[in-house]
């Protein structure tokens, strides 16, 4: 008999808990019976959404590519909640550069690279590597599972647009090593399986201008229009209660494919 888990029970962390993707996420565990860890900047509106879902939710203030942020976090959820179930990488960043540009003579910031990469893979494996940890510890099921970590990548790994060679590289890094870090934790019962997300109706989004918006809703063949972070958040509880999906990365995109 398939051993099917339920998200009820569960306690996650999640980053870029506080906004968009990731406060969604947050919300949908908590509706659903579980717990959730808030792990977002300082600044972020966390400590207001942790107080409004009450006893059940807590806020970690972190920076992803920090050690210490992100243990500091890991050891919330477990002195508040326990233990830790599930790990969910939303944090990220993005910037809109051409590689060279030829008009003013200038080639793309190395520095700005260099952030995007640091935040989006290398914050996304900084809190894979700790979360992990803390997930060995937990009794495991009859199958022998311990944990499932789900990380955010974009369909811009696989159709980077113009201005994106930092991002799409970034969410490709993510894309490379979804498989290698499954296999690593194999023995241990704790899956890994990333999400590639299309357009989705973020704060990031939201901060275009309306006729901008409605013409990207337009390019998602069906159905056409933006995706509601709502099914993103489904999407993770799926994944966290379906122990055969492993080493996976899911497009999550109505069918775009983006254009140059």
Request: with cysteine.
């Amino acid at each position: 008999m398939a051993n099917i888990r339920c998200v009820k029970g569960m306690v996650g962390l999640v980053t870029g808990g506080a906004s968009g993707l990731g406060r969604a996420t947050v919300e949908r565990l908590v509706k659903n019976g579980a717990s959730a860890v808030i792990l977002d900047l300082p600044s972020s509106d966390g400590p207001a959404l942790a107080a409004s879902l009450g006893d059940h939710c807590a806020f970690a203030p972190a920076d992803v590519t920090s050690e210490a942020d992100v243990q500091a976090a890991v050891s919330l959820a477990r002195e508040r909640f326990g233990k830790l179930d599930l790990a969910v990488n939303c944090a990220g960043i993005a910037v809109a550069v051409k590689t060279y540009n030829f008009k003013k003579d200038v080639p793309h910031s190395l520095e700005d690279f260099q952030r995007v990469i640091n935040v989006n893979i290398a914050g996304t494996f900084n809190v894979i590597r700790l979360a992990v940890g803390e997930m060995s510890k937990n009794e495991p099921d009859a199958d022998g599972h311990r944990g499932c970590i789900v990380n955010t990548a974009s369909v811009a790994a696989f159709d980077g647009q113009v201005g994106q060679a930092a991002y799409s590289a970034s969410k490709g890094g993510i894309v490379g090593m979804t498989l290698p870090i499954a296999r690593d934790l194999a023995p241990m019962g704790i899956r890994v399986v990333t999400i590639a997300p299309g357009l989705f109706s973020t704060p990031l989004l939201a901060s275009l201008p309306e006729k901008v918006r409605s013409f990207l809703a337009r390019q998602v063949p069906f159905p056409s229009r933006l995706g509601d972070p709502a099914e993103f958040a489904h999407l993770v509880t799926s994944l966290a209660e379906n122990p055969m999906i492993n080493g996976e990365v899911i497009r999550l995109d109505g069918a775009i494919r983006m254009q140059p």
